[in-house]
Nanobody, 125 residues
Framework: QVQLVESGGGLVQAGDSLRLSCAAS????????MGWFRQAPGKEREFVAH????????YYTDSVKGRFTISRDNAKNTVYLQMNSLKPEDTGVYYC??????????????????WGQGTQVTVSS
């Protein structure tokens, strides 16, 4: 079983940057494709970015392309989300998720096996 713990959220102004981290316990992290999702108040959870098990391929939702970067360090059991040029519409709770034993990640939350508790990101205008 893998447990995920997000950190790095906070209150920032539009245009600022944040780096979210998701630390995983357990020895199976390196075998899991990983993703980041977010949920804004009153809205459904949405996909943000994902990365393959080996870290060689990434994919982003259109609204964050060119601003966000997902990466992972399997030696540290950690996946990151670097967020630049933040906008108020990026506000929400950010969750990392893992897809057990899978090389490829997906934009569909239902296909993930592990979820963190989330970290709040608030971007003021």
């Amino acid at each position: 079983q893998v447990q995920l713990v997000e950190s790095g959220g906070g209150l920032v102004q539009a245009g600022d940057s944040l780096r979210l981290s998701c630390a995983a316990s357990g020895r199976t992290f390196s075998t899991a494709a990983m993703g980041w999702f977010r949920q804004a108040p009153g809205k459904e959870r949405e996909f943000v970015a994902h990365i393959t098990r080996g870290g060689t391929r990434t994919y982003y939702t259109d609204s964050v392309k060119g601003r966000f970067t997902i990466s992972r360090d399997n030696a540290k059991n950690t996946v990151y989300l670097q967020m630049n040029s933040l906008k108020p519409e990026d506000t929400g709770v950010y969750y990392c998720a893992g897809r057990r034993g899978m090389y490829y990640a997906t934009a569909y939350g239902g296909e993930y096996d592990y979820w963190g508790q989330g970290t709040q990101v608030t971007v003021s205008s």
